[in-house]
């Protein structure tokens, strides 16, 4: 008789196939040949000293990328939520207050994040499509104290870039460290931590670095430091602990590392990768590479007929742009169709957003004028061929 109930299932013994698909949605995006071959590499060692050389790379290159010299610096193993989570988790302890801003689906889970820990939480909301006003901020600052100011730089659910300058002045001001999360914003347009003042920031490394989702860089300040390091308890994660974390990746000054995690050295390899990638193209030319690219898309729509949900140019994301919903079509049925006939992704909206726009996101190697005419002309094809209700 077999001592094994459960059956090898069928579906193993089929070889793995993956389409290929042009992944212009808000993340993850496509990633290039030479960062797909960098991540095949052999697997050695988390604890390797080639390992640490790579994590020392790794480190340089988030400095560079983050406009900072903060020795706290160094990439999470997991996606953006688990660099939320070790930004709140390790600066937050129970009982204090939290101020989010709330201007899509990142504020959100922010505080929800802030209330499992116990927290005070308050929220100051912008309206759809927009952002906070400095006066605004002042205002939630002066009337809550918190301890930390969550902002999404690039909230990717509505489209909306916010502006940083002086918000970490008014923080400060108050006591108030500034956490900001650039998942979608990061290497599309300026952001420099250290002249913004910023505590801590964190991005992905899925969508303008163009690596595989799994690794989250992450930088703390001095100011964000001696509130951690001084915390009357335990963060409530030992995964995503600052003082683990800081010895793991040698930012602690110790002589030795001790074993916390298995990190993912693959994923490290295609981090490491996607950084070089962007050093070689230059920062300020990423930059100025990614607004163009999104001006020539906004004016395209424009010429199509379909009307930007973020109203402000200077408030608009130029790596995630929220196009509004037609009116009269299911737009489902819109990005249904567009997969299935030009095998491109696009997306509807998300939390506040959701059944209101269409979101596109061409960032890192996506981010061009061709990639552009090919959404467009998607676009075009959508609206001619799917259902249009009489309205």
Known sequence: ??????????????????????????????????????????????????????????????????????????????????????????????????LSAVNGIWGERAAEMAERIGATVNTIVAPPGGFLTNADIEKALSKHQPVVFFLAHGESSTGVLHPLDGIAELCHKYNCLFLVDSVASMGGTPLHMDQQGIDILYTGSQKVLNAPPGTAPISFSERACQKIFSRRAKPVSFFLDLVWLANYWGCDGKPSRLYHHTGPVTAFYSL?????????????????????????????????????????????????????????????????????????????????????????????????????????????????????SKV
């Open 1 to 98: 008789m077999s001592s094994v109930s459960v059956p090898p299932p069928k579906c193993l013994k089929k070889t793995l196939v993956v389409p290929h698909r042009y992944m212009f949605g808000p993340g993850p995006s496509n990633v290039p040949p030479r960062i797909l071959k960098a991540g095949a590499n052999p697997v050695i060692g988390h604890m390797h000293p080639e390992i640490f050389e790579i994590m020392s790379d790794i480190k340089s290159g988030i400095q560079y990328m983050f406009q900072t010299q903060n020795s706290m610096t160094f990439a999470v193993s997991g996606t953006g939520h688990a660099a939320m989570e070790c930004a709140i988790f390790n600066t937050v302890e129970g009982g204090e207050s939290v």
């Open 272 to 388: 490491r990768e996607s950084l070089a990638v962007l050093a070689e193209e230059g920062l300020e030319n990423s930059w100025e590479r990614h607004h163009k690219v999104a001006e020539y898309f906004h004016e395209g729509l424009e010429s199509i007929g379909l009307k930007l949900f973020v109203k402000e140019k200077k408030a608009r994301l130029p790596t995630v742009t929220t196009i509004v919903a037609p009116r009269g079509y299911d737009w489902k049925e819109i990005t249904t169709y567009i997969m299935k006939t030009h095998n491109l992704e696009i997306s509807g909206g998300l939390g506040p957003s959701a059944g209101l726009v269409l979101r596109v996101g061409l960032m890192g190697c996506n981010s061009s004028k061709d990639n552009v005419d090919m959404v467009l002309a998607a676009l075009r094809d959508a609206l001619k061929h799917c259902h249009k």
